[in-house]
């Protein structure tokens, strides 16, 4: 059976983006037709500032807010990262595969490191080893497919390129996974700043519908959306990004395509009401699962409990194989 890894960082409070470009798919999709393993990736939230018990919260709202968006603890499993220590054992070896070169030349490296530059805040370390970290949380579950949104191809093929690298080298020990990205809303753009990809971890908010926004605040913030000049809806990403963005929007919660959809609709102000309610809708059930799951706090820290001991089971084997093939002596 195919193996699916994926994960959300609790950075921020999840956004439309993660769901539309990750989450959908996998409570979708991916739990039922693979043996699908699903983290909250909180080691990754230690590579900027951040404010412990923030991070803290974020985790525990991140495995609830998931649980609320269809994920069987049936089907598949949910686990803190930080909870099997097979990702931090793991992306050492990796450290020792990879080359800072390959670090510098990651995207997100460069654009987040510049911007804490920007503001005097030094960079940690962490941030440029990041994606080594993510090729761990990967490659030890033997992971077939990773499900994410646009923004993670590059990591993902940093991971396959490592795992190669580390076979051929070592013999063969690690699967080399395949991202797949879902084919409308594959990276929601920020409805203030169409040009910029929607983050959780993006200051301000106007711009970001989160998943958990009243329906009053998610209409406000999709009718403000900054649109482009001209009057007509057409689909074309480069020279009408805003209108572009809310057509993917609208497509990715009804269905259809942006293309055919465009021809629908003779003015911004019906295509921003439609995309709104569309995504009222969309959200609607999740909202209310979240309520009700948020006040079982047991019931979920029993799904992570049982989730990282299944996920130790299968990451330590693996782990261990790869220790002694790189040339590390076994515990006597
Ligand atoms: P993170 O937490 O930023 O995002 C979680 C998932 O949501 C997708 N996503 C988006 N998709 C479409 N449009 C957007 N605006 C948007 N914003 C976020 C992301 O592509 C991702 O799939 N490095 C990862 C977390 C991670 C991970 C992993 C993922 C760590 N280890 C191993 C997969 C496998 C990240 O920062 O995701």
């Keep these: 059976m195919t193996r699916t890894f994926s994960g959300v960082k609790p950075t921020g409070h999840l956004t439309l ?10 409570a979708e999709t991916d739990q ?7 983290g909250i990736v909180d080691l990754h939230a230690l590579t900027v500032e951040h404010d412990p018990a923030r991070v803290r919260r974020l985790s525990r709202q991140a495995a609830t807010l998931l649980l609320a968006a269809g994920l069987d603890p ?65 490659l030890a579950y033997a992971t077939d497919e990773v499900p994410v949104g646009d923004d993670q191809a590059q990591h993902v093929e940093l991971t396959r390129d490592l795992a190669m690298r580390f076979n051929q080298r070592y013999g063969h020990v690690f699967t080399v996974p395949k991202a797949t990205h879902p084919q409308v809303a594959a990276r929601v753009m920020d409805l203030q700043d169409p040009t910029s990809k929607m983050g959780k971890s993006t200051d301000g908010g106007a711009g970001i519908v989160y998943l958990l926004d009243d329906p009053d605040v998610v209409r406000r913030k999709i009718m403000r959306a900054v649109t482009d000049s001209g009057q007509d809806v057409v689909h074309d990403r480069e020279s009408r990004p805003g209108v572009s963005n809310l057509l993917e929007i609208l497509a990715a919660c009804e269905g259809g395509n942006p293309e055919g959809l465009a021809g629908a609709y003779e003015s911004y102000g019906a295509l921003k009401k439609d995309t709104a309610e569309a995504v009222v809708e969309l959200l609607r059930p999740l909202r209310e699962r979240h309520a009700e799951l948020a006040a079982d706090p047991a019931y979920v ?29 076994p515990v006597c």
């Design 74 to 138: 049936e089907l598949c499993t949910v686990f803190v990262q930080s909870h099997v220590d097979e990702h931090a054992r793991l992306s050492y070896l990796l450290e020792c595969t990879a080359t800072d070169g390959e670090m510098r030349r990651m995207i997100q490296y460069k654009e987040k490191g510049a911007r804490a530059r920007a503001v005097g805040e030094s960079v940690r370390l962490s941030l440029l080893t990041y994606p080594v970290l993510m090729a761990a949380d990967i």
């Design 32 to 38: 039922h037709r693979s043996d699908a393993l699903f």
């Design 17 to 26: 983006g993660n769901y539309l470009g990750a989450v959908r798919r996998w």
């Design 301 to 329: 820290d029993d799904v992570l409990r049982a989730g990282a001991a299944r996920a130790r089971g299968l990451a330590r084997p693996l782990v261990d194989r790869a220790y002694r093939a790189i040339g590390l002596l």
